[in-house]
């Protein structure tokens, strides 16, 4: 996905001018990102993230580690895009859980906020975008694999 540097930068500088001068957040360089894998999926989760309906998300860790990049932790902070590379909204991880896939349970599948928000069709979504991921690795999924299960809230634009 392509990544607007410049849109970016715009977005974090009206985040942190509205913050009083010492917040810590002056202090944080944040990631860009936009969820999923297609452009289309990245625009409709997106828009639920503004929309209040999903406050989640869940990655392997490699997903990180294979980018030399370290894990998740709470008080993180990032930039979410659109397909486009444009961004919409600051999000700040508020907790994060290393759990089996298939340990996943109902309730956190609700507040990923996606489809119907049933665990069914979050474990059907996640099989397959982690299928893919290990795919690309050479690996297989194996639902007991760890996945790194991530609230949030936005902080930014206020709600």
Avoid: N
Avoid at 36 to 53: F, P, T, Y
Avoid at 80 to 100: C, F, H, M, W
Avoid at 103 to 126: F, P
Wanted: hydrophobic fraction near 40%.
């Amino acid at each position: 996905m392509r990544i607007d540097r410049a849109a970016c930068k715009s977005f974090w500088r009206s985040y942190l001018a509205q913050l009083p001068a010492g917040h810590p957040h002056h202090a944080v360089r944040p990631d860009a990102f936009g969820f999923g894998a297609e452009l289309g999926v990245a625009d409709e989760l997106a828009a639920l993230v503004l929309a209040g309906c999903k406050r989640a998300t869940t990655s392997l860790p490699v997903q990180y580690t294979a980018l030399g990049e370290p894990l998740p932790q709470p008080g993180d902070l990032s930039i979410i895009l659109q397909g486009d590379g444009v961004p919409v909204a600051i999000i700040e991880r508020t907790r994060i859980e290393t759990k089996p896939f298939e340990e996943v349970d109902a309730a956190y599948a609700a507040i990923e906020g996606e489809g119907d928000g049933s665990l069914a069709q979050w474990r059907a979504g996640h099989m397959a975008y982690f299928g893919a991921v290990c795919e690309r690795r050479g690996e297989q999924f194996d639902p007991r694999m760890p996945v790194l299960c991530q609230e949030f809230r936005v902080v930014w634009p206020p709600t």
